[in-house]
């Protein structure tokens, strides 16, 4: 069976988790976030618990309430719907790129509009410059969502700097792991004094990642099992799949870092990762360039190169047929794949919009490929195999 992913576990992981054992003192948090000013070029990059604990502390900066309107792409995470404390305006996407659609955005906007959440899709940059233009014509914020998307750039500035604030993810299976944690960047001293502020009052404790750090390896323990097929073929039933995604992501809730300050043993991995990151999107982009000219017709890879430089998170494509049977015909000849709320979620049908049918179709087509640092050329090869014996 080829995985839907593998994490990115380095041997660097477990020797930083034992010397954090030895309850090391130091610095490591304010050298991990000196690199990311720098890597970015942004005047302020603070770590936080997590990339939704980001968006909390940004809106809270930007003195969001409950009556102000943020405009949101209407495919994305649903589990970001409730941790945004305001009305939430689903606005389309462009069928081609998955991302934000900015003529749609212009006809939401209202005297009731405070923010336009600016999501870089699968690592593709979306419109920002336009978008925030067109935010500063109406006088209104522009957060962008860059969980997807650290390396990206446009025009040769790296995303997340053009937004008045922006939020980064170091969740497990993002660009750079490390077991937890987010990036909250700015240019901005009253959001940054505003944040900075908050998590400088945090416990200091390196538990919480550790113990995130001995899930993930449990877990990849799993699926790289022989055992991981037979698991796939029953957990990712069409009558289970749906139960089984919540209790996953449930338990990945549950073990999700605390509200507590960023670790030593978090940013050491991430200095050595960051180092690395552009060699690592450089090596991935190319591979899914490949993939994409590989595919057979019934396949719509995502357009990601209609603005700016992509990072690499995840391939995903549209299907012209039944995703459901493909699924259950790509298990069968040892394929995992993602579909549905398994890849995101159609949000504007979930805040019960109906203007929003670029996202529903795409909702309804969406499947994830394999494809990440550990797939083995040989896999590879293969995937591209069965892609084509698939289609026949």
């Not at 054992?21 to 936080?48: M, R, W």
């Not at 939430?88 to 003529?103: Q, S, Y």
């Not at 993002?174 to 009052?201: D, F, H, Q």
């Not at 809730?253 to 030593?264: G, L, M, P």
């Amino acid at each position: 069976m080829i995985p839907r992913r593998k994490l990115s576990i380095h041997s660097n992981d477990f020797v930083e988790w034992l010397k954090a054992l030895s309850f090391q003192s130091g610095d490591d948090v304010s050298l991990f976030e000196h690199n990311l000013k720098k890597y970015l070029g942004c005047k302020y990059a603070i770590t936080t618990a997590s990339g939704r604990d980001a968006i909390e502390l940004v809106l809270d900066a930007l003195d969001i309430s409950p009556e102000d309107e943020i405009i949101i792409p209407a495919y994305t995470l649903g589990e970001l719907l409730p941790l945004i404390n305001a009305k939430l305006i689903p606005c389309d996407i462009e069928k081609d790129t998955f991302n934000i659609d900015i003529k749609q955005i212009e006809k939401k906007i209202n005297a009731q509009t405070k923010a336009i959440l600016a999501t870089h899709l699968m690592g593709a940059p979306c419109d920002i410059i336009n978008i925030c233009k067109l935010a500063k014509e109406h006088g209104i914020w522009v957060i962008e969502d860059c969980a997807h998307a650290l390396g990206a750039s446009v025009l040769g500035q790296k995303v997340g700097t053009f937004g008045n604030a922006s939020i980064f993810s170091l969740e497990v299976n993002k660009a750079i792991p490390t077991y937890g944690g987010g990036i909250l960047v700015t240019n901005e001293r009253s959001i940054a004094t505003s944040v900075a502020s908050k998590v400088s009052r945090r416990r200091k404790l390196e538990s919480p990642a550790l113990r995130k750090a001995l899930f993930t390896w449990m877990e990849e323990m799993v699926i790289r099992s022989p055992f991981y097929a037979l698991l796939a073929k029953i957990l990712f039933s069409e009558r289970i799949s749906k139960k089984f995604e919540r209790f996953y992501r449930n338990a990945h809730n549950r073990v999700r870092t605390d509200k507590v300050a960023y670790s030593n043993y978090q940013s050491r991995i991430g200095i050595n990762r960051l180092a690395a990151l552009d060699v690592r999107n450089k090596k991935l982009n190319e591979r899914w360039n490949i993939l994409a000219s590989n595919l057979p017709n019934n396949f719509i890879p995502q357009n990601r190169k209609q603005i700016g430089i992509p990072a690499f998170y995840n391939f995903v494509c549209m299907y012209k047929k039944n995703i459901n049977e493909f699924r259950r015909n790509a298990s069968n000849l040892g394929l995992d794949v993602g579909i549905g709320s398994e890849i995101m979620d159609d949000c504007g049908s979930l805040l019960g919009a109906t203007d929003c049918p670029n996202a529903a179709y795409l909702f309804e087509r969406a499947i994830l490929l394999p494809l990440y640092e550990d797939l083995s050329e040989k896999d590879f090869k293969r995937l591209i195999s069965l892609l084509k014996s698939l289609s026949k």
